[in-house]
Every structure is written in structure tokens, then in C-alpha cells.
């Protein structure tokens, strides 16, 4: 072979040098690459491990496991196996042809309306009277179990049965309206108790953030009828015992004493978060694994999600992170106290990190805070309301202030949850028409102003929270 046939096989051109350099290179940037996805993933599964473990530690549910745990109660001593029975003998008013749903009877009811819709709201309690004797048997428990299978993912398990809780507290509404017409106030505060220990038990059972509103609208619910009756309930002069005229003040003391008993509120609330917490804990985990969480969200595309692990467990972390301080801001006692330890950010998961799963998966805690507060102020107001009106029966006017039902009618004069500092529920006796009101969430008194809707309804989030102490709160026009 001569020397040039030896030369031309040892050359190499200029362009071939750059490719094996380029090729090189790239494999060098892939290692590197990889290399940096698979220390930031065991960085990032660690960091969420550890947060995980710490909230096993405290008590906090996690994984499936842990929310499957059950206490063994008898069923005759179970309040949730007399509340499934109720399900199961509720009877939708006047059938599956009326013209009137559940929701027309109540709004009805509280509108004063009820000679209109007479023969639908009788027929209507008649046909539920077992409903009510059964939802009665399970309020006299004293431990409720509802036993809720969890199955993975956990957002798939979490909305079964919300009309049920509705329905049955829109009964016992109707039926207190009702029997409050005929003058049998006991039997009505009776129902009204019922209500809302009804709302206590269904706090107790699964948890989730839906499941929590629907318990405010429970408790509104009671507090809209209390409103509409409270200043002509007819009181009993026997302390303790019902009569013909009306209700016991034993009675009327217990309704206020279940209102301001806000720890089955404030544990729904606390473990809606947990939940909610949970399952977006456990969706995550889904995704990184390629899978599709339900309906809600579908799974990346196979090589995409290993390259989004480090980014789905610090999104899953942080987004822990993130509810275990609304969980903290629910627990404390005021409104202001919430907005000045966690200030709301609309744009906490937004921007860049709106393509990250929890921006789809998390839904409105704060709006969900701000409407327990809510719920707190109503209770409050309608105890409120029923200590005046026994004040009234026994002095024959209401007091000029609020102070004058300490310490026979109220222990203390329930504290305005969106105050700044320690301020009581406001007072008007002498304004047209008399009210109780909250400032509402803005925190400034605006003197009891309250602002109506386009339908003539008020409008809770305008203004002032009003409570009207002669039942005669503006509704819809419909």
C-alpha cells in the first residue's frame, strides 16, 4: 500500500472532527442532565417525605391508610346508621310530578309564605315523618361513626352524598316554620336543636372542602329560621318544662348553647384542610407516577413526567406547605388575626407556576375561611337574638344594650369575628327595623348599612352583616 493511500485513510476532514465533537458534547450535556434530574428528584422526594412523616407524627392523615381507620360502635348506638336510614326514607315534596321543589318550600317558609304553598309544605312534613323520628334517634347518640371507605386517588371518594345533609336540614327547617304557625314553639326550638346537632354529626363524618360549605349552609340555614321566629317565640312560664304556651327556657338555653358551640365548625374546617391536603399530596404522587388523577386531571406524556418529577414533588411540598398555614389560619379566632399572620396572594400558584397540577387541584381556601367566619357571626347573632327575646317576655321591652342580658340571659356578649381588637356584636334596637350586625369582612363598621341585590335579596358580602330582629329580612322578589 504507498504512502498516499496510507495518508488519504488517516485523513480526517475538519467537518468530521465537529461532528464526534458535537456527539460528545451532547452526551456529556445528556449525562449531565440526567445526572441533575435524578439528584434534584431524590432531593425533592426527601424534602416531602420528611414533611409527610412530620404530619403522620402529629396525627395528621396522609395516605389512604391512615383516613380508613374506624371506630367500632354498635349500630343502635351509631347516630350515622340512623342518618343513612333517614336517607334511604326521604320523600322529595309531593313526588316526582310536583311543580315545587325542596328549595321553594323553605324560601317560602321564611318568606311568610306559607298559605300559598299550604298543601305541598303539609303533605311535604307528613310524608317525612319518619325522616325526622329517624334523625331524631341519631341526634340522641353520643358517638357517630360514618365509616367512609377511602380508596386511591383520594380526590375520586371525596364528594359522594352532599344533597342528603341539605335536604334533611331544609326539612327540619320547614317543619320548625311550620309548627311555630300553630304556636308550638317547643316542638319548633326542639327541631331547631335538632338541625343543628344534625349539622355536628355530618361535620363529623368524610371530610373536604365542599363538604365543610355544606355544612355552613346547614347552619345558615338554622339561622335564617331563628331570624324569622325568634322575636315572636312564645316562651313557657315553667323554667324547664314545655307547654301549650310555648317553649321551656331550658330549651331556648340549649339552642343558644349549640350555637355558640363552634368546635365541630372549626374541626370540620381543620380536617377539610387535612383532607383536601391529602388528596392533592396523593394526586401528585398520580402524576409523577404517569398516571391520570380521575377526572380532574389527565397524565403527562410518559418521557415528560420523569423530567417533571423534581418539579411535581416540590409542587406537592410546597403546596402542603401552603394549606398547612390555611389550617393554622382557620384555627384562630378572629378574621383580622387570619388576613394579618396569612395576608391572601391571588397569585400564590399563578404565572409560570399555573401549568404545575395544584393549580388545578386546589380549590378556594380562603373564600372558605372567609365564610366560616361567616357562619361564626351568624350563630352568634341568632344567640343572641333568642336571649333578647327572653328578655323581652320578661321585661316587656328589649334591652338598650346588649350589656343588659349579662349575666342572666348570656354569660358573656358574644365577640364580632371581624372586629379589629375585642369588640362585641353591634346593636341597633331603635333603627328601622331593629338589627344585630357583624362589620363583615372589610372590618369597618359601616353603622348597621346593608346593601340589596338587583332581586331585592340582601347582599351578604356588601356592607355590613345583618342580622333583622323582626324577621323581616328582604328576599328575592321571585
Not at 383520594?154 to 309548627?179: C, D, Q, V, Y
Not at 368524610?206 to 335564617?224: D, F, G, I, Y
Not at 399530596?281 to 380521575?294: C, E, M, N, T, W
Not at 390555611?326 to 399563578?350: H, I, M, N, R, W
Request: charged share 25%; net charge negative.
Amino acid at each position: 500500500m504507498t504512502a498516499s493511500h496510507l495518508a488519504n485513510q488517516n485523513y480526517n476532514p475538519p467537518r468530521f472532527k465537529w461532528t464526534k465533537r458535537i456527539a460528545l458534547l451532547s452526551l456529556v450535556v445528556v449525562l449531565v442532565v440526567v445526572g441533575l434530574v435524578i439528584v434534584a428528584t431524590s432531593v425533592a422526594q426527601r424534602r416531602l417525605d420528611a414533611l409527610v412523616a412530620s404530619y403522620r407524627a402529629a396525627g395528621e392523615p396522609v395516605y389512604v391508610e391512615d383516613f380508613n381507620k374506624h371506630k367500632d360502635i354498635a349500630n343502635d348506638k351509631n347516630a350515622a346508621m340512623y342518618y343513612q336510614q333517614a336517607e334511604r326514607a326521604y320523600v322529595e315534596p309531593g313526588g316526582n310530578f310536583s311543580k315545587y321543589d325542596i328549595n321553594d318550600l323553605q324560601r317560602a317558609m321564611v318568606k311568610g309564605m306559607y298559605e300559598r304553598f299550604a298543601p305541598e309544605v303539609d303533605q311535604f312534613i307528613e310524608a317525612n315523618g319518619a325522616t325526622i323520628a329517624l334523625i331524631q334517634k341519631g341526634a340522641q347518640c353520643d358517638d357517630v361513626e360514618w365509616a367512609h371507605f377511602y380508596s386511591r386517588p383520594l380526590f375520586n371518594g371525596m364528594l359522594s352524598k352532599l344533597s342528603a345533609p341539605r335536604n334533611h336540614a331544609k326539612l327540619l327547617a320547614i317543619a320548625a316554620e311550620r309548627t311555630h304557625l300553630d304556636r308550638r314553639d317547643g316542638e319548633a326550638v326542639d327541631l331547631l336543636i335538632l338541625e343543628r346537632r344534625l349539622s355536628r354529626d355530618r361535620s363529623a363524618g368524610p371530610a373536604c372542602l365542599m363538604r365543610h360549605m355544606v355544612t355552613l349552609s346547614v347552619a345558615s340555614l338554622n339561622c335564617e329560621t331563628i331570624e324569622h321566629i325568634a322575636h315572636e317565640l312564645t316562651v313557657s312560664t315553667d323554667a324547664k318544662s314545655q307547654s301549650s304556651d310555648g317553649a321551656s327556657r331550658e330549651q331556648i338555653q340549649a339552642l343558644m348553647d349549640v350555637l355558640l358551640d363552634e368546635t365541630d365548625s372549626t374541626s370540620s374546617l381543620s380536617r377539610a384542610i387535612v383532607t383536601e391536603r391529602a388528596a392533592l399530596i396523593d394526586a401528585i404522587d398520580f402524576l409523577s407516577k404517569g398516571k391520570a388523577v380521575g377526572w380532574r386531571v389527565g397524565a403527562y406524556p410518559r418521557g415528560l413526567t420523569w423530567f417533571l418529577k423534581p418539579l411535581l414533588f416540590e409542587n406537592s411540598r410546597e403546596s402542603a406547605l401552603y394549606l398547612s398555614q390555611q389550617k393554622s389560619a382557620a384555627e384562630l379566632d378572629t378574621y383580622p388575626q387570619v388576613v394579618a399572620k396569612f395576608p391572601y396572594d391571588q397569585g400564590q400558584f399563578g404565572g409560570a407556576r399555573a401549568i404545575l397540577p395544584a393549580y388545578f387541584l386546589m380549590p378556594s381556601f380562603h373564600r372558605g375561611i372567609t365564610l366560616d367566619f361567616k357562619s361564626r357571626a351568624q350563630r352568634r347573632m341568632a344567640a343572641i337574638a333568642l336571649a333578647i327575646r327572653l328578655f323581652e317576655v320578661d321585661r316587656g321591652r328589649r334591652p338598650e344594650k346588649l350589656d343588659e342580658l349579662q349575666p342572666e340571659y348570656l354569660a358573656a356578649i358574644p365577640r364580632d369575628p371581624f372586629a379589629h381588637g375585642d369588640n362585641p356584636i353591634r346593636y341597633l334596637p331603635d333603627a328601622a327595623p331593629p338589627l344585630l350586625y357583624s362589620v363583615n369582612v372589610d372590618g369597618v363598621d359601616d353603622g348597621g348599612a346593608y346593601k340589596l341585590r338587583a332581586d331585592g335579596s340582601v347582599d351578604w358580602d356588601e356592607l355590613d352583616l345583618v342580622f333583622f330582629l323582626d324577621g323581616n329580612r328582604p328576599w328575592s322578589h321571585d
